[in-house]
């Protein structure tokens, strides 16, 4: 431990090479997974990067993402999306607020749903690879397939105007800056006034949508509010494109690397590559420095206490390269069969999402190899333009060739 806060570590810690973990954290890792550091705005927190601490933590009910005082909250950057404290300062009602979402939303990804919707995708998916094969090489598949896919199944699921997909994507990209607290603001401030506007218009005319299916629980449950409608649906829709869009991107550079041995990825194979990009960090992720948490109650771990208030960074791209858990944490290995990867999380906060992105990585990830076997990306590395003030991380084009 530094012998004074002067000396704090400050996130994010620096990467050298855009599709690894930040040298930093593997000693950190080992010798202290629980540790003081300074954020990139300054304040002081704790970061978890022990897969087994961040895991525990994860399901512990004394961390949430309410505080006390939240104009006092120690912050993780200046964005508006998971920098610092939401949900208003009661933790209970944060507690009760986060169970009626997920009761809103299991029937929209149910097991059902997304085994209907898995053809579908799949047809979507032959589309995008026509278009790519059909551009002059190298083709930049982040704008052919990785970014297009995922906002046009959000846009079908919950009901929104695929036209208006440019819009979106860019009050997103706003919304999801980290070093503008006014562009962040503004971002997402105009995301949900778009979204209030197609709640409104499902309030008119409903649809077979997630949207709608919104607007018909708060007419069977009036205590629950517009705001609370228009503030999940808009989550769904930042969420349902941003994420799995990287994760397209970060696979491909995997999969068919600009050099060295690309090993076939056969049908049995899917399923357990898939899992593996879900663990692996994307390119240029990571710059926030992890999911900020408060503890609401006095939290002992790893022989650190953690005062209430005191902010906790939980370091999943850490925790997720843990060698004690993960054999060659580093590698994608497409035999692994054990893969407890917190990709989404742990616990009561598991993403609702999970089975779409799963639906739509595996689609990709079948249809790539077996359509383009040649497939490679155009460019070392080092020569990619990373989204780096973005929470997201990601990359601005992604150029292949076959």
Sequence with gaps: MPDTAADLPRLPFPTPDPLGLAPALGPLREHAPVTRVRTRVGDEAWLVTGYAQVRSLLADPRLGRSHPEPEKAA???????LGGPMGGSDPEQERASHQRMRRLLAPAFSARRMRHLAD?????????IDDLLARERPADLHAALAEPLPALVICELLGVPYADRDAFRA????????????????GITALARYVGGLVEAKRREPGEDVLS????????????PDMAVTGIATGLLFAGHETTMTRIDAGVLRLFPHEGVRPPVGPDDVGRVVEEILRLPVPGGGRGGGLIRYAHDTVEVDGVTIAPGEAVVLSIGAANQDPTVFAAPTELDRDRAEN??????????HCVGASLARVELREVFAA???????????????ELRLRTESLTGGVLELPVTW
Excluded: C, K, N
């Design 213 to 224: 299916d919104l607007v018909a629980a708060q007419r069977e449950d009036p205590t629950l």
């Design 75 to 81: 912050r993780l950057h200046e964005g508006m999306i």
């Design 368 to 382: 790539l190899p077996a359509r383009v076997p040649t497939l490679r990306v155009a460019v070392p590395p080092e």
């Design 120 to 128: 579908h995708v799949g047809e979507l998916v032959d589309g995008m």
């Design 340 to 349: 407890p990867h917190l990709g989404f999380g742990h616990g009561v906060h």
């Design 171 to 186: 009050w997103s990209s706003q919304a999801a800056t980290i070093d503008d607290a006014e562009t962040s603001r503004a």
